[in-house]
């Protein structure tokens, strides 16, 4: 395995194992990034790439390892520290809106982790499909509106890590491009993203790193620059 | 008017008088089912507290304290008695029904039901099982208002009134304010609300407090027009478990919205065959199961 | 809720063994301790004890091996002692026919609340039996015959077969042992059938057991009624023993009562209901003296049960002997 160590890393997970209930889902992930960064979680179904975002939120049962986060230390902190302590974002698998929420109190839920966070008007202008249906019901939106308010909803918190689980998933070509453009233009505007994507064509020209994770481990990781050179690697971890 | 009529008026308004016992109690259940998908038996007992926390103000915390000329009044206990009960229910919240989230909710049900017994049996041992009139109506309510049918206690209208804005009110916090939409968010997905950085746990500690806090608020209501009695919550959670079953208990306005209905319905049932009036609730509860399992607000089934 | 682990031990061929054995054991005390009960106890009080033992056992059919709260058993036990009663008193019905009644009655009234109380499940479940058998309450009240607050006095106990008088304390005591004997054998023969293995079953896992092709809800209504009718038994027999019919026996306290000797004991044991309802038959009798107090000791108990003791005194021991699933 082939890592190069980061002079900053704004995140650095090292052996982390989880658990839900009494059946263990991880067992020692390892992986980092510097700010500004994305790097994407590559693997098949069930491999355990949501369940590393979960275990970072502290959405697993139990977990163990370390997490480092700007050189604090989060496994042993309370769920509900994580995001403002840490000023994570999180985007969850099937987007997590709220259907008994209007659009704009999905939007206001998520408690502010830090300044700088963009403003609604910012917000909207960013996603305009969103302004049009501000006091519709969270059910009532369609896949790619929920997606972008899933994405609106942590960029207002102010929030520099974004950890985005399956956002194209189940969405037509033209909203993924538009994420697309959006991921690209989040990263120019230095946050840096963990991105966990099934849609290898959509992360590629994003990620500066790719970690191929199975049955809960990191067996590969794969820099941008790799990436030409090791298609067949991938192909055949990608490969159903 | 035709006497038929006034007699169906009257008893309309003494059973919106008992609507608005059915409709804060089913609300804060609901409210508290909602968040903590914990059926609270001890519900009714905490309005019995309540009622009582009203009438140990007034009549006994001054002979405790040796000061014979304390009686603290109907309107202080209006605010004190629902924040005790309130705090008592956090204490449950905090140290036992905690500890059953994660089993089967018929645990919770079992433990609310035991602390029913507990506080029922304290409450026989000190205080007259058959009840104790409470003697602290303010003056300012006493007398009687013409509403044109009849002469209507002016404390039973203000009772109406008041649940009816206190009804309001919460739905309308739960419905339309911020930290509404955190308990709905809450209510649906409780995990993903803790990691977005609210403290869940703080919050369901809150809610359960609120809840009982309008069981408390009912109990101080009740205390003026009911007898104070340690049975008196017991008999009417049975009520209200029919109420919630009738009602469902997704939604609040559709708790409000029954626990008046009902409570008039049972009024109006008096007129026709008084002996039914007891049953009456249990009847259209055995109808709505038959038509709509689900309940009549209730979303699925 | 036995994990897979749990259950792998119990299906050892040594556990079945000592499971074997130590079932053996019980039934041998149970039986032993039935037939020389009149001898240490009052007779009165051990009938009292086998009544309540066998709405216990009745009971945890639904609870324990169902996986349904039944908020309402009273109705069942408080129903059918009074149309045993009436029949026996008013009608002059013979004792055994007189249980029958009570019994029938209160297997007909389980089948009316159980097909409505299985149309919601979980929580609604508990909440509807309540307030379905708070009905049967006011029918109590109110109904002519039921004598009211008063209850229903003067039930005789008559001649069993025409020939043996039950109003020797003795002749009644083991014609009573006969029929908690009987009850509990029946009980015991439901769930060790094919038919007690689907109720199982849907306890474990409903919407599997659905999937499997079974009729749920047929299973679930006549568990219901079996036990509502057991439950009746356990009435009727009771109204025969004190000769009077009350409203305590159909009151929702009672209802509490008999899930507490059920938890107590240990919920989904074959023996543990019995354990549990003497316990809180003896601590309300001896602690009778102390008045309502006695409503907190049960009410803490209740509480002590929930929090630290889910699996009651018998599946505690059943855990500690690794026989879960054979006591």
Redesign the interface.
Known sequence: MSTQTLTKPMLKIEGLHAWYG?SHVLHGIDLELAEGQLITLLGRNGAGRSTTLRSI???VDRREGSILINGEEFITKP??????DARIG?C?EER?I????SVE?NL????T?GENGMSVEELFEMFPNLANVRKRMGTRLSGGEQQMLAIARILR?GARLLLLDEITEGLAPVIVKTLGRVIRDLKSRGYTIVLVEQNFRFAAPLADRHYVIEHGEVIDVIEAADVEASMDRLNHYLSV | MDPMIRLILAQGMLGLNNGVFYAMLSLGLAVIFGLLNVVNFAHGALYMLGAFLALILYSNLGPWLGLDALHIGFWPALVLAPLMVAGFGMLIERFLLRRLYKLDPIYSLLLTFGITLVLQGVFINFFNASGTPYPGMPDSLKGVVNLGFMMFPKYRLFVIVFSIIVCFGTWFIIERTHIGARLRAGTENPELVKAFGINVPLMVMLTFGFGTGLAGLAGVLAAPIYSVSPLMGANLIIVIFAVVVIGGMGSILGAVVTGFSLGLIEGITKVFYAPASNTVIFLLMVIVLLVRPQGLFGKHG | MTDIAEFEAETAPETMKRGRVVQGIMWALLIAAVLIAPALLYPVFAMQLLCFALFAVAFNLLIGFTGLLSFGHAAFFGGAAYIAGHVLKVWGFPPILGILTGTLFAAALGWLVGLLAIRRQGIYFAMITLALAQIVYFFALQMPFTGGEDGLQGIPRGYLLGMIDLSQPLNMYYFVAAVFLIGFAVIYRVVHSPFGQVLQAIRENEPRALSLGYNVDRFKLLAFVLSAGLAGLAGSTKALVFQFASLTDAHWQMSGEVILMTLLGGMGTIFGPVVGAVIVVALQHMLSGIGSWVQVVIGGTFIACVLLFRRGIVGEIARMLKVGGWL
């Open positions: 009494e939120m502290g959405m769920a509900h520290r994580i995001s403002p999180f969850p997590g709220f259907a008994s929420l109190e206001m839920l998520p408690p982790v918190t």
